[in-house]
């Protein structure tokens, strides 16, 4: 084994070092409190602004309507319930889709509860949206649609800026969760017309527990955290001055290196991929080929294993992966995403999800195409599923 | 979150395979989360000579396969019969609440294998036991 191989960025990252150096400061030496006026606390203000240029920047939006938070969950939250709220009584229309993030799915039926009505898309099985079928879902009263950028467990890439157009048109505000997206994949929210969008420090090499949710000027949601003027009165609560260093630094750092990253790991994205199909019969691929997904995706299903002992037999061997399993949920239901894509509970059970990132190399690739194969095959053969299937593959091709 | 013996049980399970001539089959489906297991049994003078298993689940279910099959093995029937899925959890030094009813699988797939040797001999299969169906009820299907 060569050390621990980690392919789970979708799950979280670790903090770049420069990251961090850029942080420290702001725990002991200048840990003013910004909202303070004394002349101890001015770097600390000066801090925030330059974070907040930084994060406008990377989305090409203006720094004023950048909005920092405790994270992606909260900022879908705030887009959901502010641009219900703002409504003032008048409940309305809703549209997002069946494969959200559970802080926009948990958002939206908790809206339902209040009596505003939700409408959940459902998407083609590579995990799209049907652009025919949100301009059919607009009602009258239909006043926010959430499309998350890019899926996290398939990777899948929504039509962003034709929803964008779409919702202009009608002037239905549009959010978008880019928690995935931020960082790996171009985005620039003016072009795509988008009003609303999150995302999360963590997801690029800061740290966890702070986010952003970008408003643009003149869209009108309510206020969702309440306490002092913080965040131009908008979210109250005592800035995280370092955890803000820290996003606007790792979102400067991912920026930077875009264009050369997602091509590298775009091209071991598909080095796995490939690998795995001609090695591991009945092997399939969820979410869609090359065009389309996230540089960092890669999500299969292996028929007659069941994703749990996928992950602690990977584990055994130095690899850290996630599933889509039913056993490996809390809840033991199946990954909501992969059901809405199709699948069977028999292929979601052997779900596998490896996300690469910036410390990923091509011999973590091949190592993981010389572990994986005896894996499944073991798993395979104490598997009754497996022995079902293969009999009945059997009866279908004589 | 596992054991030390449930991880050496499920990463080295023991009685993995499958009996070619059998005396018994079972097999049973999990209802909860969609896992199966099949177990084979081989019977002479009522005692349990061999078993074997496969199984589709977690970790769990896979460790309980096949804590299972050792503890009935070279058993008589009405003491492999016995055998509670709560003793095999036990034997793994405990499961984690929420994989409590993955252990059921193998304790109801050796009833099945029992009954359908049984059947095989022309005897009246055994019933399960009222407490059998209390404890489904307490894992939440
Ligand atoms: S077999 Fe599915 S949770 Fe254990």
Same mark, same amino acid.
């Given at each position: 084994?060569?050390?621990?191989?980690?392919?789970?960025?979708?799950?979280?990252?670790?903090?770049d070092?420069?990251?961090?150096?850029?942080?420290?400061?702001?725990?002991?030496?200048?840990f003013?409190?910004?909202?303070?006026?004394?002349?101890?606390?001015?770097?600390?203000?000066?801090?925030?602004?330059?974070?907040?240029?930084?994060v406008?920047?990377?989305?090409?939006?203006?720094?004023?309507?950048?909005?920092?938070?405790?994270?992606?969950?909260?900022?879908?939250?705030w887009?959901?319930?502010?641009?219900?709220?703002?409504?003032?009584?008048?409940?309305?229309?809703?549209?997002?889709?069946m494969?959200?993030?559970h802080?926009?799915? =948990?958002?939206?039926?908790?809206?339902?509860?209040?009596?505003?009505?939700?409408?959940?898309?459902?998407?083609?099985?590579?995990?799209?949206?049907?652009? +025919?079928?949100?301009e059919?879902?607009?009602?009258?009263d239909?006043?926010?649609v959430?499309?998350?950028?890019?899926?996290n467990?398939?990777?899948?890439?929504?039509?962003?800026?034709?929803?964008?157009?779409?919702?202009?048109k009608?002037?239905?505000?549009? =959010?978008?969760?880019?928690?995935?997206?931020?960082?790996?994949?171009?985005i620039?929210v +003016?072009?795509?017309h988008?009003?609303?969008?999150?995302?999360? !420090?963590?997801?690029?090499?800061?740290?966890?527990g702070?986010? !952003?949710?970008?408003?643009?000027?003149?869209?009108?949601? *309510?206020?969702?955290? =309440?306490?002092?003027?913080?965040?131009k009165?908008?979210?109250?609560?005592?800035e995280?001055?370092?955890?803000?260093?820290?996003?606007?630094?790792?979102?400067?750092?991912?920026?930077?290196?875009i264009?050369?990253e997602?091509?590298?790991?775009?091209?071991?994205?598909?080095?796995l991929? +490939?690998?795995i199909?001609e090695?591991?019969?009945?092997?399939?691929l969820?979410?869609?080929?090359?065009?389309?997904?996230?540089?960092?995706?890669?999500?299969?299903?292996?028929?007659?294993?069941?994703?749990?002992?996928?992950?602690?037999?990977?584990? *055994?061997?130095?690899?850290?992966?996630?599933?889509?399993?039913?056993?490996?949920?809390?809840?033991?239901?199946?990954?909501?995403?992969?059901?809405?894509?199709?699948?069977?509970?028999?292929?979601?059970?052997?779900?596998l999800?490896?996300?690469?990132?910036?410390?990923?190399?091509?011999?973590?690739?091949?190592y993981?195409?010389?572990?994986?194969?005896?894996?499944?095959?073991?798993r395979?053969e104490?598997?009754?599923?497996?022995e079902?299937?293969?009999?009945?593959?059997?009866?279908?091709?004589? | 979150?596992?054991?030390?013996?449930?991880?050496?049980?499920f990463?080295?399970?023991?009685?993995?395979?499958?009996?070619?001539?059998?005396?018994?089959?079972?097999?049973?489906?999990?209802?909860?989360?969609g896992?199966?297991?099949?177990i084979?049994?081989?019977?002479?003078?009522?005692i %349990? /000579?061999?078993? /074997?298993?496969?199984?589709?689940?977690?970790?769990?279910? %896979?460790?309980?396969?096949?804590?299972?099959?050792?503890?009935?093995?070279?058993?008589?029937?009405?003491?492999?019969?016995?055998?509670?899925?709560?003793?095999?959890?036990?034997?793994?030094?405990?499961?984690?609440?929420?994989?409590?009813?993955?252990?059921?699988?193998?304790?109801e797939? %050796?009833?099945?294998?029992?009954?359908?040797? /049984?059947?095989?001999?022309?005897?009246?299969?055994?019933?399960?036991?009222?407490?059998?169906?209390?404890?489904?009820?307490?894992?939440?299907?």
């Amino acid at each position: 084994m060569i050390g621990r191989i980690y392919l789970d960025n979708a799950a979280t990252t670790g903090t770049d070092t420069e990251v961090l150096n850029e942080m420290l400061p702001y725990f002991m030496e200048s840990f003013g409190n910004p909202s303070s006026i004394y002349s101890f606390s001015r770097d600390n203000r000066i801090a925030l602004e330059r974070s907040r240029g930084q994060v406008a920047r990377a989305i090409n939006a203006e720094p004023a309507e950048i909005y920092f938070t405790g994270g992606g969950t909260e900022s879908d939250n705030w887009a959901l319930k502010g641009a219900a709220f703002a409504r003032r009584g008048s409940r309305g229309h809703i549209i997002t889709t069946m494969i959200e993030h559970h802080a926009i799915l =948990h958002s939206a039926e908790f809206l339902a509860g209040m009596g505003y009505d939700v409408t959940y898309l459902p998407v083609d099985e590579e995990g799209r949206i049907d652009l +025919k079928e949100l301009e059919g879902a607009f009602r009258e009263d239909t006043f926010l649609v959430s499309v998350m950028f890019a899926n996290n467990e398939i990777g899948t890439i929504q039509p962003v800026s034709e929803i964008g157009r779409l919702c202009k048109k009608r002037n239905v505000l549009f =959010h978008t969760d880019a928690v995935q997206a931020v960082g790996h994949i171009p985005i620039d929210v +003016k072009a795509m017309h988008i009003d609303m969008l999150s995302l999360s !420090a963590h997801k690029f090499h800061g740290p966890k527990g702070v986010g !952003a949710l970008f408003i643009r000027r003149g869209v009108k949601i *309510e206020n969702f955290i =309440h306490g002092g003027g913080q965040e131009k009165g908008r979210r109250a609560s005592t800035e995280n001055v370092p955890g803000i260093v820290g996003l606007g630094k790792a979102l400067e750092i991912s920026i930077q290196r875009i264009g050369t990253e997602s091509a590298r790991q775009s091209m071991l994205r598909d080095r796995l991929i +490939k690998g795995i199909l001609e090695t591991i019969p009945y092997a399939r691929l969820n979410g869609p080929g090359e065009d389309g997904r996230l540089p960092n995706n890669v999500n299969f299903s292996f028929i007659g294993v069941e994703g749990e002992t996928l992950i602690l037999d990977l584990d *055994e061997a130095g690899i850290s992966a996630s599933t889509g399993s039913a056993c490996s949920s809390g809840s033991l239901d199946p990954s909501h995403v992969l059901l809405a894509i199709g699948l069977d509970h028999a292929h979601s059970h052997g779900s596998l999800r490896m996300t690469l990132g910036t410390c990923t190399s091509e011999n973590d690739i091949d190592y993981v195409l010389d572990t994986l194969p005896a894996i499944i095959s073991r798993r395979r053969e104490m598997s009754p599923l497996w022995e079902d299937f293969l009999r009945n593959e059997k009866k279908v091709t004589i | 979150m596992y054991s030390d013996k449930v991880m050496d049980h499920f990463r080295n399970p023991r009685n993995v395979g499958e009996i070619v001539d059998p005396d018994g089959v079972g097999q049973v489906g999990n209802p909860k989360c969609g896992d199966i297991m099949k177990i084979y049994i081989k019977v002479e003078n009522d005692i %349990i /000579r061999d078993i /074997r298993f496969k199984t589709f689940g977690c970790a769990s279910a %896979i460790a309980s396969s096949s804590m299972a099959t050792e503890m009935v093995k070279g058993k008589p029937l009405r003491e492999a019969w016995d055998l509670s899925n709560r003793a095999v959890a036990a034997a793994l030094d405990g499961l984690p609440p929420v994989k409590m009813h993955c252990s059921l699988l193998a304790e109801e797939a %050796i009833h099945q294998a029992i009954n359908d040797y /049984r059947e095989r001999m022309g005897l009246e299969p055994w019933k399960e036991g009222p407490g059998h169906f209390a404890e489904l009820e307490e894992h939440g299907h």
